[in-house]
């Protein structure tokens, strides 16, 4: 394993709040690569430029030129930091004195808190009351106030926006807000900036915060570059949208990448994964595992289950990656130790 040196304009205006707009009533892309770069030196004061990691085995094992980019390096564990911060930083003096809102399984509910934190804001989180203890914890310890709901009998976005109406609080959503995109799309840029042009990028996708900000980043700094987003098995909305051109709306999956039981991609976010990514593909919760594995044996890394949908795609061949320079995004490495553990001593039955 190696070590990797590191060396706008909205097109759709918002205030900060929950997006409504249809898909159809945005004619332009909601981001620009300008307002990725401008994200990039609003959050640099803050944010850690994570490391390009490489692997000799993973090359050979593929027959590709894999650089990883760990976001599981990143403050809070997960590359929401990012886009949590570049969000929170423009917000009005009246928003500031407001507070914010987020509902989130875990690493964007931590990424708030600590943004919120560091910017003087208060921060209130709607977290499934069976997220992993470790996250729930985290966002405590960063000062937030965190009401637990049950992602499988209550709609967080309705609870979300009822108590942000009640205390008039700022919501961000985890994904489907533009300056969260583009806060996102700041991992490839740095990503882009340290290996040049790729060939392929994969990307971990849930909501496609993530995926549609890398995939605006490589469109502008490597043209060439194909973007594939990865999504669990059990969660394949992602994939169906992209194909039928439309946002299809799933069941939340079961699934033990807890970050990627979205049951549908955003508004905005849909906007740009139509236009900019290539395809969608997906891995099974057994695949997971045996990444989760081969980043803890080989690479000497903890990646959490989701941390772990783009190089699981590579890994097992779910891309056609032979012979070329690919980039992979390592989302985040939060993941209870005792789920971790139970990971890396059997094989882990699909849900």
Do not use: W
Request: aromatic share 6%; with cysteine; glycine share 12%.
């Amino acid at each position: 394993m190696q070590r990797g040196t590191g060396t706008g304009r909205l097109a759709c205006s918002t205030s900060l709040s929950t997006a409504t707009d249809t898909v159809t009533a945005m004619p332009d892309l909601p981001i620009s690569f300008e307002d990725i770069a401008a994200a990039h030196e609003r959050i640099r004061a803050a944010a850690h430029r994570t490391p390009v990691l490489t692997s000799s085995t993973a090359d050979a094992a593929t027959g590709a030129q894999l650089f990883f980019k760990c976001e599981n390096f990143q403050r809070i564990g997960a590359f929401k930091f990012r886009g949590a911060y570049n969000a929170i930083a423009q917000f009005t003096p009246q928003q500031k004195a407001g507070g914010v809102l987020a509902f989130s399984s875990g690493n964007h509910a931590q990424a708030i808190a600590l943004s919120a934190r560091l910017l003087g804001v208060q921060a209130v989180i709607v977290m499934p009351q069976d997220a992993p203890a470790i996250k729930i914890e985290a966002t405590r310890g960063y000062g937030a106030e965190v009401v637990l709901y049950d992602r499988y009998t209550e709609d967080r976005e309705a609870l979300g926006r009822r108590i942000a109406a009640e205390r008039g609080m700022t919501l961000i959503p985890p994904y489907d807000h533009p300056h969260v995109m583009a806060g996102q799309g700041t991992a490839a840029k740095e990503l882009l900036e340290e290996t040049g042009p790729l060939d392929v990028l994969a990307v971990c996708l849930g909501g496609g915060g993530l995926l549609s900000g890398c995939a605006v980043a490589a469109h502008a700094m490597s043209p060439g570059c194909a973007v594939y987003g990865v999504e669990p098995e059990a969660g394949n909305d992602g994939q169906r949208s992209l194909r039928s051109g439309e946002i299809v709306r799933i069941d939340t999956p079961r699934t033990i990448a807890d970050g990627a039981q979205t049951p549908f991609l955003g508004q905005y976010t849909f906007a740009v994964i139509r236009e900019r990514v290539t395809d969608i593909v997906t891995v099974s919760d057994a695949e997971l595992v045996e990444t989760m594995k081969f980043f803890a044996g080989r690479m000497k890394i903890v990646v959490e289950p989701t941390g772990c949908l783009a190089a699981a795609a590579v890994l097992h061949g779910k891309l056609d990656v032979r012979g070329k320079r690919v980039g992979i995004i390592v989302s985040g490495g939060n993941v209870d130790l005792g789920s971790f553990a139970g990971f890396l001593q059997g094989p882990q039955a699909e849900q």
